[in-house]
Each structure stands twice: as C-alpha cells, then as structure tokens.
C-alpha cells in the first residue's frame, strides 16, 4: 500500500460499482475534484456505508492506487442526514452538488466552494429562507468564485459607476450593467432595479457566513431568477438532471 494521504473535503457524488463498493467524487481543499473507490461501502455493516454518500463533509484518508485512489477511512464532520426528508430541498442540494462538480478541477483549493455547499446546504434547511432565493445566492456566488462574475458596479461598456444602482441596466450579452447612455441600441438590455442589483453586488462581495441572511420580496426575487438563472445557464454547456427534475416539479 502507498503513502496514506487525509483531505479535507466533501462527497459530490457517489455511484454503486460492482456487488458492494462505490465510487465517489470528492471536492477537497487539497486536491481539487477528486474520485476514490470506497470498497465494501454497500455491505451493511461497512463503515463507509453513510460516509460515503454525497453531502458529507469529513476528513478522508485515502491511498493512491495504480488508477484512482481508495478510501482507507473517514472521520465525519457533518453528514446533513435531514436533507433527505426536505422536499424540494434535496433536489436543489443535487443540484448544487452537480454544479460544483462542473467547475470542480484537480489541483486547485476548494476550500471556498466546500464552504459555499456548506452554508448553501444549511440555509436549505433553513424554513425561514426562500429555496428559489437560495439558488439565486448559490448560482451567483459560484459565478464569482469561478471567475464568471458579471460587472454589478460599473458599466461594462464605459466604465462609468456614477449612477444610482436604479439607472443601470443588464444586459447578458455584456455580461453585465450598462448605464443607460450604452444600454441603448443593446438589444438584450433590460432595466435592473436598484434593490435586485443591491442584492447582487451583496452576493458577489459578502463574507461567507452572512450570505443567507437577507430576504428580498416576490417581485426582486421574481427579477434576480430572471436575471441570474439566465446568466448561469449561458455560462455553463451542461443540462443538470437535478434542475431538469426541480422544473418538472415545479
């Protein structure tokens, strides 16, 4: 057996291979994305069993095999067990798993994203905060932490960040504001309230843990999933099954 290596991190995924093992995704702070095998994790009396199932949080001591590495033992940290029970709640929790998984690469720190999927994943849990909300906050937020953050604070076309937060406009294909001066002629541009853009520039600039400490009303939520849900879609090529299963619900 190689060298036994510990990471902090949390299962994205995990997927049955053969009789009794699985294969699990990993997101960790040291590594990045990676994928370990977790031998015997579907026997009963396995203690890999509840560890190695997506939204666990731990410390994962792993061995590198000839192809992947292989799960030698786990020290659970939070495993988010009543996220089952929330409905819809565990589909948007799949979701947010399955786009962290998208911009997840091996070699880079994680660190911020695991702690985005574990306030996200708390606030889920949260009867006080709207889900539709916490998508906007986690789709925008992981916008940013990926380097596809829109312009919120001046116009993306001339630089101005004179104007009240009400005098701007988005526009996706500029991938942000515009003042109004260059928002005309631009075919996608649509006025942004002073209250959704307060909230956005809000979302990209808070500290982690006060990131679900706001509520906005229906018509700005109503605005924010417009705006938001449209810029993530354009900025990712994948169809997630998770959102394909929150629209048929919904």
Do not use: W
């Not at 928002?183 to 002073?194: C, N, Q, T, Y």
């Amino acid at each position: 057996m190689s060298d036994l290596i510990t990471v902090q991190g949390v299962v994205i995924s995990a997927m049955p291979v053969g009789e009794y093992d699985k294969r699990i995704v990993l997101l960790t702070r040291e590594r990045g994305k990676i994928s370990a095998f977790a031998r015997g994790a579907r026997r009963m009396n396995s203690p890999f069993m509840a560890a190695a199932s997506p939204f666990v949080f731990g410390n994962f001591t792993l061995y590198e095999g000839r192809t992947s590495y292989n799960l030698n033992q786990v020290s659970v940290i939070h495993q988010f067990v009543e996220l089952a029970a929330a409905q819809p709640g565990i589909y948007y929790g799949y979701y947010f798993l399955e786009l962290a998984d998208y911009f997840g690469r091996e070699g880079t720190d994680e660190k911020e994203m695991m702690n985005l999927l574990y306030v996200t994943v708390k606030a889920l849990l949260n009867p006080h905060v709207d889900n539709e909300l916490v998508r906007c906050i986690f789709e925008l937020r992981t916008m940013a932490e990926e380097g596809y953050c829109p312009e919120l604070f001046s116009c993306e076309s001339c630089g101005k960040d004179g104007p009240e937060p009400d005098e701007f406009f988005f526009s996706q294909a500029h991938h942000g504001v515009l003042c109004s001066s260059c928002a005309k002629g631009v075919r996608d541009a649509e006025r942004i309230s002073g209250a959704a853009l307060c909230a956005m520039r809000y979302i990209v600039c808070s500290p982690m843990g006060k990131l679900y400490t706001f509520a906005v009303n229906e018509d700005v939520l109503a605005e924010l999933k417009r705006v938001i849900y449209t810029y993530t879609e354009r900025n990712t090529d994948k169809k997630f099954k998770s959102l394909e299963i929150l629209k048929v619900m919904r």
